[in-house]
């Protein structure tokens, strides 16, 4: 089982920045085996998978937040990172950390962290 808790989020003017956290909780594999992502999901729209780290530190982000956004994990602490930066109302949803193990990103949902950008 695993569980993760997110924070870091809160209201930031447009051009600001964030770093959103995420802690993870593991039972049965080592943490560093999990691949780790960040979601979002605006008002009215799908949950998107915004950045990725995999076990070996390979990263993906999606175009809409390339070079704005950088993940990052610390195994040691069994951490996950999202630096946010030029912040835009387009950003604007429910952050969500997720794992996978294999293949398969788990059926879990954590609670989230709101990210407002507003003027």
């Known amino acids: 089982q695993v569980q993760v808790a997110e924070s870091g989020g809160g209201l930031v003017q447009p051009g600001g920045s964030l770093r959103l956290s995420c802690s993870v909780t593991v039972s049965v594999r080592p943490f560093s085996t999990y691949t780790m992502g960040w979601y979002r999901q605006a008002p009215g729209k799908q949950r998107e998978l915004v950045a990725v780290?995999?076990?070996?530190?390979?990263?993906n982000y999606a175009d809409s937040v390339k070079g704005r956004f950088t993940i990052s994990r610390d195994n040691n602490k069994k951490m996950v990172y999202l630096q946010m930066n030029s912040l835009k109302p387009a950003d604007t949803a429910v952050y969500y950390c997720?794992?996978?193990?294999?293949?398969?990103?788990?059926?879990?949902w954590g609670q989230g962290t709101q990210v407002t950008v507003s003027s």
């Open positions: 780290v995999n076990t070996a530190g390979q990263i």
């Open positions: 997720q794992t996978r193990y294999g293949s398969t990103w788990s059926a879990s």
